[in-house]
């Protein structure tokens, strides 16, 4: 009786143990981590510009590296088109062809016909990483103004009805 109440609790606590150790996975980040993470008002380059936290979105990871970002209210910055949300990347991520290191970025796009021209700046200096083009979801996702999806769910970035992918890591994004 004893051996089959022990061989029993084996039986149960493997399957939660082990799901424990398998929470390598991202998952969207909370309104709490996301407070947490990004700042009220965003250092670009020689200005500190507020954000819009009720837009903020991000990925985090099991040990609390956070990818998210949050629109710019530029209003009266000389921004001048050239950025309108910010970015923090604690863990390596490429977008599109565009590598980017752990550090805080900013992003502006130009809409085209049917896609957005995104460019991508270093927030501190205001040098340009690189520019993609994120193209007209059709998977019938709403309109957001910035969302980050978790990539077992879809690995892009959202900026209106329009998406990027993104790779974690050193990979190569779709």
Do not use: C
Not at 46 to 70: C, F, L, Q, Y
């Amino acid at each position: 009786m004893k051996s089959l109440l022990i061989t029993l609790l084996l039986l149960l606590v493997p399957p939660s143990f082990a799901g424990a150790q398998q929470r390598s996975a991202w998952r969207s980040a909370t309104p709490e981590e996301l407070q947490a993470a990004l700042p009220a008002r965003a250092q670009v380059e020689k200005e500190r510009i507020e954000t819009e936290m009720r837009t903020a979105s991000g990925i985090i990871d099991p040990h609390g590296k956070i990818i998210a970002g949050v629109v710019l209210i530029t209003a009266g910055y000389s921004a001048d088109g050239k950025y309108s949300h910010y970015l923090l990347i604690q863990s390596p991520i490429t977008i599109g062809d565009i590598s980017l290191s752990v550090g805080s970025y900013v992003l502006g796009w130009r809409r085209d016909n049917d896609s957005l021209t995104v460019k991508f700046y270093d927030a501190t200096t205001g040098d340009q990483r690189g520019t993609v083009e994120a193209h007209r979801l059709t998977n019938g996702a709403r309109v957001e103004s910035f969302r980050i999806w978790p990539p077992s769910d879809n690995a892009y970035i959202q900026i209106g009805r329009f998406a990027v992918p993104y790779a974690l890591g050193n990979q190569v994004a779709k």
